[in-house]
């Protein structure tokens, strides 16, 4: 079966200091793509950042970058100089199929406390 | 770009009674759009693949039947709860991917609807 498995069910951070959310994942897939969403409290659900698992360059996206670990099958996402406004439950996802029968599978989440 | 819109955002109905959800992409088109349900302070769980022009996937336990799916055009997909009970009262939402462009593999996100069956 194929998973993404998030292990920290709530982090918190003091305001402009830096976080990091885990997640691992399992696949045979050799093709596939990995995000991080962000859902705040209005439970509209923002991309946040996107890794192409064929690319070894991690991605970045402003104040968020990602640890990609194809071989360990780890896929972090780095918060730097946290925000207010970055508090919210964050899911790491996977884009995955075959026959191009491609879902998201999401993890379960981890909802990040920003403290003032 | 790639905005994903829902209506209602919002909705009450009787137990027994039918409430059809709709979900638009607003700014591309999608020949695959995805219909999850999310319970309070969950994941996504995905319930059924809408695809253009045929038959919808529904994932394993999943009644087609009182989820009825429709995607009419590149732009429009709707989910339709039929005789809905209590135990359907969740929140629902849907995804796209663009048919075209870069992005073709990144799913984008209605705001959701909240539905409640008294």
């Known amino acids: 079966a194929q998973t993404v498995t998030q292990s920290q069910p709530e982090m918190s951070v003091q305001e402009a200091e830096t976080v990091t959310l885990s997640c691992t994942y399992d696949?045979?897939?050799?093709?596939?793509?990995l995000f991080w969403y962000k859902q705040p409290p209005s439970r509209q659900m923002i991309l946040v950042i996107r890794?192409?698992?064929?690319?070894?360059q991690n991605a970045t996206e402003n104040r968020f970058s990602v640890n990609f670990q194809k071989a360990a099958k780890s896929f972090s996402l780095k918060i730097s100089d946290s925000q207010l406004g970055d508090a919210a439950m964050y899911f790491c996802?996977?884009?995955?199929?075959?026959?191009?029968?491609?879902?998201?599978?999401f993890g379960k989440g981890t909802l990040l406390t920003v403290n003032p | 770009g790639a905005v994903v819109s829902q209506h209602p955002s919002r909705v009450i109905c009787k137990s027994g009674t039918s409430v059809k959800i709709e979900c638009r992409s607003l700014d591309f088109q999608a020949t695959t759009m995805f219909w999850y349900r999310q319970f309070p302070k969950q994941s996504l769980m995905l319930m059924a693949t809408s695809n253009e022009g045929s038959k919808a996937t529904y994932e394993q336990g999943v009644e087609k039947d009182k989820f009825l799916i429709n995607h009419a055009s590149l732009t429009l997909s709707t989910l339709t709860v039929t005789s809905a009970h209590p135990e359907d009262s969740s929140f629902y939402i849907c995804?796209?991917?663009?048919?075209?462009?870069?992005?073709?593999?990144?799913?984008?996100f209605g705001p959701g609807t909240r539905l409640t069956v008294l």
């Open positions: 995804s796209a991917s663009p048919l075209e462009g870069p992005a073709t593999d990144t799913q984008y």
């Open positions: 996802a996977a884009w995955w199929g075959g026959s191009s029968n491609y879902k998201l599978t």
């Open positions: 890794q192409e698992a064929y690319k070894q």
């Open positions: 696949t045979s897939e050799s093709d596939y793509y």
